[in-house]
Each structure stands twice: as C-alpha cells, then as structure tokens.
C-alpha cells in the first residue's frame, strides 16, 4: 500500500469511526439520563436493553468498517457453543486499543454485549466515556503502591466498584470483559514490572475474582480469550486505521466456572494464593500459545 492511500485510508476511518461513534453514543446517553430521571426498574431493564441494541449496531458500524479492508484475514478458532442468552465472563490479554473492536465485532453475534472494565480516564473521553457510564460500565482507578501506602483508605476501592456493577449485571444476560493485565502490553513494562511472561504482563486476580464472587453461579461459562496480530505486532490499532492490518488471530477456550474459583478474595488469604496460581497457570498457556501462533506465521511467510 503505498504512503499516500494509508495517510487517506487514515483520515477517512478516523472521520467514519467517529460517525459511527456519534450516531450510536447519543441515543445511549439521553437513554442513560432518563434511567436517571425515572427510577422504576421496569423502566431500567426496557432501556438497558435498547442501550445494549444501540452497542450491538456501533460492533456492527466497526465491522462494516474493517470490511472496507480487502487485505483483512481473520483466523479464528472456539466460537462453537456460546449462546447469547447466557452470562459470560470473557478474560483476555491486551496488547492494543484494537483489541475491544476486534471482541466487539467478532462476538456480537454469538454473545450478550461486552461489558468492560474501563480506565478511569476513559469517563472523559467525549461520547464514548458517557456512552459507557450509561451502559453501566465499571470505571476502575490505578494506584500505585507508595499512593496506596500515603492513602490506605483507599485501598480496596476497585473490588468495590467491581461488586456494585457486576449487581446490576444480574437481571439479563451480560458478558463481562477484564484484561487482566491491566495495561497494554509493552515490552518496556514488561521489563518495569519483571514480567515472567514473554508476552504478557503478569495478570491481577481481583477483578477476576470478585466478578465471580459476586455474580456467583449465574456465569455459565469463562471465556480465555487470546488475541494475536502476528503481522502487525507493533502498531495494530494505527494498522487497522490505515488499512495495513492484514492479519488477526484469536483463540477461544471456554472453561466451566467450578467451585474451586468461588471464594472471598479480599479476606481468605488461602483462597487469594489459590486463585492468584490458577490464572498465573492460565497465563502461562497463554503465553505460549501466542509463541506457537507467532512463530506459525513466521515460517507460513518464510
């Protein structure tokens, strides 16, 4: 692709992004203010499914959108069994701001809506952060541990906000989306936070955790979720943009919710060290799954 069709493919996917964006957001939010205004949970549940219809037509604006990309090739494994009727919750590794349009349009049909854990920077990003308040998305704060240390009363405040939003996720089918992570990789922070993995960052449990805690049984499944841009590992997102993407791989392992992942967090330390093991275990697979993937498409164009 030559420079000048990229900078254009650029400009016009941006200006269509935000279209998209607009056109699906504000009808979510005049929605998300009369839930405010009227206080009747007959009437919450009737727009938090138009909320959720509206979500499902801005997954299908970005699909038409990748579409608009000829050299686009999906590889895609494990979408068999998933029901949109049931409750998910769906953990991934985060590599790009690609990766929630890849999830949202490769899942919109096969899933409830993904509901994710946001920054909490995200809330002031113009439509998208009142968008996502209004679909009852968890904003979730960072602090670093000398803050922690300055500010104990602080402490805990994320699994808080965990359990008051995975509650109202219990009336209809919902998909909850946490990168565990909770950053995108770098090789930088992996150095910074002296990852064990080679291309992930260690994963935190306590998001993962109180979401199970909280809504209990009523997951039917857990979706592991690995994403991979084996030809575009830099700069996915920026690639999408420009039409340079060419490749997107994603694997699906649906793993059973048993008893052994239920337990409180936050006081067992047992459970904590327990569970902290089971998704280092399942990061360590991950990890090397997305070696073999890399190193697939590295000899397929040798």
């Known amino acids: 692709m030559s420079r000048f069709l990229a900078v254009a493919t650029l400009i016009l996917s941006v200006l269509l992004t935000i279209l998209v964006t607009i056109f699906c957001s504000v009808p979510i939010i005049i929605a998300g203010m009369l839930k405010l205004l009227i206080p009747l949970p007959a009437v919450w549940r009737a727009i938090s499914t138009f909320c959720n219809f509206m979500m499902y037509c801005w997954c299908e604006g970005l699909s038409l959108l990748l579409h608009l990309n000829p050299y686009l ?5 494990g979408l068999e069994g998933l029901d949109k009727k049931n409750w998910y919750l769906l953990i991934c590794n985060h590599h790009s701001w690609a990766d929630i349009v890849v999830l ?5 049909k ?3 809506m993904n509901k994710y854990f946001l920054k909490q920077q995200l809330a002031w990003v113009p439509f998208i952060g009142l968008a996502c308040w209004a679909l009852d998305m968890p904003f979730m704060r960072r602090y670093s541990r000398s803050y922690l240390l300055r ?9 808080e906000t965990t359990r008051r ?9 919902t998909t909850i989306v946490n990168f565990v992570e909770g950053s995108r990789f770098t090789e930088e922070k992996r150095q910074q936070t002296r990852s064990s993995f080679k291309n992930l960052l260690s994963p935190k449990a306590a998001g993962v955790a109180m979401a199970l805690n909280v809504l209990g049984k009523q997951f039917d499944k857990l979706l592991d979720v690995t994403l991979c841009y084996p030809e575009n590992d830099r700069t996915p997102f920026f690639d999408m943009l420009s039409g340079k993407l060419t490749r997107i791989v994603v694997r699906v392992n649906l793993l059973p919710v048993d008893e052994a992942l239920h337990g409180d967090y936050v ?11 089971w998704l280092n275990k399942l990061w360590l697979g991950k990890d090397e799954l997305i070696d073999t993937i890399k190193a697939e498409y590295k000899n397929a164009g040798q």
């Open 151 to 159: 500010h104990p009363e602080r402490r805990g405040k994320d699994v």
């Open 165 to 173: 939003s995975c509650e109202k996720f219990r009336f209809h089918p």
């Open 73 to 77: 090739k999906w590889d895609v494994e």
């Open 104 to 108: 949202c349009v490769l899942f919109r």
């Open 267 to 277: 006081n067992d330390k047992n459970f904590k060290r327990s569970f902290q093991q």
């Open 110 to 112: 096969h899933i409830p």
